[in-house]
Structure formats: structure tokens, C-alpha cells
């Protein structure tokens, strides 16, 4: 039987899902490889993926690794089991990748975040506490992979990802007493407030990671920051719309507080699976709020985050922030946030 080469694509959210499958597998299989086509950067480091791994450009890829191996494409959105809301994502890569009939429970994704990145990260952190001057950090990654940019108006036609007005009141609520740093390709507007907070134009995945595990808690939507905080330890709070919780979250985690403003109106929505428009028009409006969502969401994160703690004046670092790979353009460094 030929060896396999694993094609892993997909948003970050859907690289750092396919880890602990591709951990199970390497337990018992030694010579396979992964394609990194949705970027290497959560294999780069990893204590048993990364010799195994290759981003698409590497040098005689084809030749030297791939011309004697079957390719196999897991496709986790194809499985009865997730499309039925039985399993979660990173349950079905488990299927495809390893054979199974029946999902089974799964560590939690191991990403390695290094001790340059993890300074950096602080350094970038304690920069920012310095300015705000609240010691208690909180990341919010306000949208999805599918949001889009109109002419300044910002939205998702896949109504995973906040309202800007709704994510504007929380944020300038949290601010008051926190320190609140978003984690968004688009920057902005949140209204007057005189409290400040970060919207630093990070590239680097892996530095966001660092940030996230650096927080004391992060807010976020269907996207790769809840997989980041599972992964690293810090609590999350996930607000769920249009997808089902059991497919992209962790409703069991005591460390995710779940908010579905979805439930009982939404349908599934076949990603990879057709091209239907009709479920997503169903489901447009799955993630608008009432008042009484946004002070629910508000009184999570600060129950998560405790008392308001004044930072402690540090002298001011300026971080040196890096691709964590190289500084090629070319190359995929997973700046697509969502999965």
C-alpha cells in the first residue's frame, strides 16, 4: 500500500481543526506527508507534525515527496456525521483522515507558540496595557471569514460574523474597565467613547496566537480565535449565528461560554457541498441582537475577566513583529482568519 500525502486547505480555523487527526494517524503511520495548502504556520514547530509538513511551494515537492504517494483531500464538510450536527469539525477531519465510522473524542488542537513569539507577544501586550493603562486584556475578533467591505459597510452575507453596531456597544462597554484589543483586517469606527482600545494591523497568524494566550479572555465569533484560545488555554466566549455549535465550537468545554443567537432559526447552510443561496437568505439576520443579547454578552466576559485591575506603568517596548516563516509575499501565511 502506497504511503499518503494529506492536502490540508481551508481558512487557519480549519488547519488548526485537522491537528489532532493528523496526530492520531502519525501514531500508528510514519511515512505520509501534509500539503499545507492553507498555510504551514500552525505545523511550523509542532512536536510531531512539523517534520511531516511542507507548504505547496517547497522546492521538488512534487518529484521528491508527492509522485510516489496517493493524494487524499479530507473534506470534513462531506461527512453525514457533521452535516447531521453529530460531530464536530475536528471529529470529521478525524474520519477522513483516519478511516472511522463513528466519531470519537479528541485532545484538544496542540499549536506551539515559541518563546520569541510569546515575548513578542507580551511585549506588544504590555505596550498596549501602558497606553490604556487597564492591566486586565480581553481580544475580540468581530468577524468571520466571510465578512466583506462595501463601500465602508461592513458585513457577512453568511451571518457568522457580529454586527458592527452590536460589537461597537460591547466593546465600548468593556473598554471602560478593560483592556480591549481587536483582532480585525477591517479596521472600524465604534462610536465617540473616551476610552481607547487597539486594532493593531497584525499579518502574522502566529503573533495573534501569542496575543490571544497572553489575554485574559477573548470574544469571538465562528472564526480561528475561539480554535487559538482552546488551543492555548485561555477561556473564550463564542457567539454562534448561522452555524451549529456542535460543528465549530465546544459546547462542552467548561472554558467556552456559548451564545447562539441562532438556535431555533437557522438551517444548515451546505458549505462545500452545493451552491445553494437559499439557506443563507433563511439565515441572514441569525447574528443581530437584542438589547438584552448585548448586556448577556457583556456580563460573560466581565464575569470571565473579574474586577478592573490598573495596569502597572512598565517602561515602553517597541515589539518586533515578523512572518514567522519569511518575509516573501508569495508565500501563504494564513491571513485568512476564519475556516
Aim: aromatic share 8%.
Amino acid at each position: 500500500m502506497r504511503s499518503k500525502a494529506f492536502f490540508i486547505n481551508g481558512g487557519a480555523g480549519r488547519v488548526i481543526c485537522s491537528i489532532p487527526a493528523l496526530e492520531k494517524y502519525a501514531e500508528t503511520h510514519d511515512d505520509f506527508i501534509i500539503v499545507c495548502e492553507g498555510g504551514m504556520n500552525f505545523f511550523q514547530g509542532h512536536p510531531v507534525l512539523h517534520k511531516y509538513a511542507y507548504d505547496f511551494w517547497h522546492k521538488n515537492l512534487f518529484e521528491d515527496k508527492i509522485k510516489e504517494r496517493d493524494c487524499v483531500t479530507p473534506e470534513p464538510y462531506r461527512r453525514w456525521h457533521y452535516y447531521n450536527q453529530k460531530c464536530s469539525l475536528a471529529q470529521a477531519f478525524d474520519m477522513e483522515i483516519n478511516g472511522l465510522e463513528e466519531p470519537r473524542e479528541l485532545p484538544k488542537p496542540n499549536i506551539r507558540i515559541t518563546t520569541t513569539e510569546g515575548i513578542t507577544a507580551l511585549n506588544t501586550i504590555e505596550n498596549i496595557k501602558a497606553e490604556t493603562g487597564k492591566d486586565k486584556v480581553i481580544v475580540v475578533q468581530p468577524f468571520g471569514r466571510g465578512v466583506t467591505d462595501a463601500g465602508g459597510y461592513i458585513f457577512d452575507p453568511t451571518s457568522r460574523s457580529f454586527n458592527v453596531s452590536d460589537i461597537s456597544t460591547i466593546i465600548n462597554d468593556l473598554k471602560k474597565d478593560y483592556t480591549v484589543v481587536i483582532m480585525s483586517e477591517f479596521p472600524f469606527e465604534t462610536g465617540d467613547s473616551p476610552h481607547s482600545h487597539a486594532l493593531p494591523q497584525v499579518q502574522d497568524i502566529r503573533l495573534w496566537a501569542g496575543l490571544i494566550q497572553n489575554a485574559d479572555h477573548f470574544l469571538g465569533c465562528d472564526s480561528v480565535g475561539q480554535h487559538i484560545a482552546k488551543s492555548v488555554g485561555t477561556t473564550a466566549t463564542a457567539v454562534i449565528g448561522s452555524t451549529f455549535p456542535i460543528n465549530i465550537s465546544y459546547p462542552n468545554d467548561p472554558d467556552v461560554d456559548i451564545v447562539d443567537l441562532g438556535e431555533g432559526k437557522r438551517i444548515f447552510s451546505p458549505i462545500r457541498l452545493t451552491a445553494e443561496d437559499y439557506q443563507d437568505m433563511n439565515n441572514d439576520g441569525c447574528m443581530s441582537m437584542s438589547d438584552k443579547d448585548i448586556k448577556n454578552i457583556i456580563s460573560i466576559c466581565r464575569k470571565r475577566l473579574g474586577k478592573p485591575v490598573k495596569a502597572e506603568v512598565k517602561p515602553k517596548k517597541e515589539p518586533v513583529v515578523k512572518n514567522s516563516c519569511c518575509d516573501n509575499p508569495a508565500h501563504n501565511h494564513n491571513k485568512g482568519f476564519g475556516q
